[in-house]
């Protein structure tokens, strides 16, 4: 087992945790069918958590020739591990009881709190990227750290605006974001890692 198997197993349960919450989540909703009132907001949230867990997850294939990772470095992946799977059950509406379940409504009482889960999280990966140039086993570090900033902005935004236009703007801009970023992480080969 090499020192990247050993990391990544463990990065791998805890995004695994996330996307499963996330997922029988989403199951539940479709199972409900017509009690459910969809949310845009909420769906386009969703998928943010669903592209940036496959994204991060992805991210880590080019430490794979890595044979060793610091003590930080790897408490820091946990970390943003962690902030991942926060990010996607404060997401996931709880489905508890027969009765109808409003999405916009959802937004409007837990948006804050998921929206906060995500810049943690955008902190955190913030921190792990400068610490992945710091100790050179990182190699998209930058185009992650600018990622980073320009979520950061976005995730303000969606925060502290008031008028829903905005919260739309900022949830599609994250949409286009995460979708960027899944489909740039997951190309995943043997022959580019050199």
């Not at 009690?35 to 994204?55: C, D, E, N, Q, R």
């Not at 937004?107 to 902190?123: M, T």
């Not at 955190?124 to 950061?152: H, P, S, T």
């Given at each position: 087992?090499?020192?990247?198997d050993?990391?990544?197993?463990?990065?791998?349960?805890?995004?695994?945790l996330?996307?499963?919450?996330?997922?029988s989540?989403?199951v539940?909703?479709?199972?409900?069918?017509?009690?459910v009132?969809?949310?845009?907001?909420l769906?386009?949230?969703?998928?943010?958590?669903?592209?940036?867990?496959?994204?991060?997850?992805?991210?880590?294939?080019?430490?794979?020739?890595?044979?060793?990772?610091s003590?930080?470095?790897v408490?820091?992946?946990?970390?943003?591990?962690?902030?991942?799977?926060a990010?996607?059950?404060f997401v996931?509406?709880?489905?508890?009881?027969?009765?109808?379940?409003?999405?916009?409504?959802?937004?409007?009482?837990?948006?804050?709190?998921?929206i906060?889960?995500?810049l943690?999280?955008?902190?955190?990966?913030?921190a792990?990227n400068?610490?992945?140039?710091?100790?050179?086993?990182?190699?998209?570090?930058?185009?992650d750290l600018?990622?980073?900033?320009i979520d950061?902005?976005?995730?303000l935004?969606?925060l502290?605006?008031?008028?829903?236009?905005?919260?739309?703007?900022?949830?599609?801009?994250?949409?286009?974001i995460?979708?960027?970023?899944?489909?740039?992480?997951?190309?995943?080969?043997?022959?580019a890692?050199?």
């Amino acid at each position: 087992m090499t020192a990247f198997d050993y990391v990544m197993g463990l990065l791998s349960i805890i995004s695994s945790l996330g996307l499963v919450h996330l997922a029988s989540g989403f199951v539940a909703l479709v199972r409900k069918g017509r009690k459910v009132h969809w949310s845009p907001l909420l769906l386009m949230w969703m998928w943010i958590a669903f592209g940036t867990t496959i994204g991060n997850w992805a991210s880590y294939w080019s430490m794979h020739g890595q044979s060793s990772w610091s003590g930080w470095f790897v408490v820091l992946s946990v970390f943003v591990a962690l902030g991942q799977y926060a990010f996607c059950a404060f997401v996931t509406p709880d489905i508890h009881n027969d009765g109808p379940i409003d999405l916009d409504q959802f937004h409007s009482a837990e948006g804050k709190r998921y929206i906060i889960a995500f810049l943690a999280l955008v902190a955190v990966a913030a921190a792990q990227n400068l610490a992945g140039e710091v100790v050179g086993n990182y190699v998209f570090w930058k185009r992650d750290l600018v990622m980073c900033a320009i979520d950061g902005g976005l995730g303000l935004v969606a925060l502290i605006a008031r008028p829903r236009w905005a919260q739309f703007v900022a949830a599609i801009s994250l949409t286009g974001i995460a979708s960027w970023f899944l489909f740039a992480t997951t190309g995943i080969s043997d022959a580019a890692a050199g």
